[in-house]
């Protein structure tokens, strides 16, 4: 059984910070991938950001690249993302996912179908 916990979502202004966490339960992260997803209204989903746990190597989207940071705590079994400099296009529902593939493309990092198992998303506003 495959499941994440979600949270840090809120409102936060223009160029504030905000940590999301996706804690996983009944499965070790060490065995996957992990990608954060984001879905503005009427807007497709993006790839923003994933961990391969082979080698710790990371994936930014283009339009977080140096603001966001992915990173996990193994002791907690929980990845993160850390978002600093927000913007208004940066509010979203934010997800969290899980892949076997243990190294993946940035081609891979991009796609839903790359990942099997889901959060349940978590909301992020920003507005002054």
């Known amino acids: 059984q495959l499941q994440f916990v979600e949270s840090g979502g809120g409102l936060v202004q223009p160029g504030g910070s905000l940590r999301l966490s996706c804690a996983a339960s009944?499965?070790?992260?060490?065995?996957?991938?992990i990608g954060w997803f984001r879905q503005a209204p009427g807007k497709e989903h993006e790839g923003v950001s994933c961990?391969?746990?082979?080698?710790?190597?990371?994936y930014y989207a283009d339009s977080v690249k140096g603001r966001f940071t992915i990173s996990i705590d193994n002791a907690k079994n929980t990845v993160y993302l850390q978002m600093n400099s927000l913007k208004p296009k940066g509010a979203a529902v934010y997800y969290c996912?899980?892949?076997?593939?243990?190294?993946?493309?940035?081609?891979?990092?991009?796609?839903?179908?790359?990942?099997?198992?889901w959060g349940q998303g978590t909301q992020v506003t920003v507005s002054s």
């Open positions: 996912a899980a892949t076997y593939i243990l190294s993946v493309t940035a081609i891979q990092a991009k796609s839903r179908t790359t990942f099997g198992s």
């Open positions: 009944g499965f070790t992260l060490d065995y996957y991938a």
């Open positions: 961990i391969s746990r082979s080698d710790g190597s990371t």
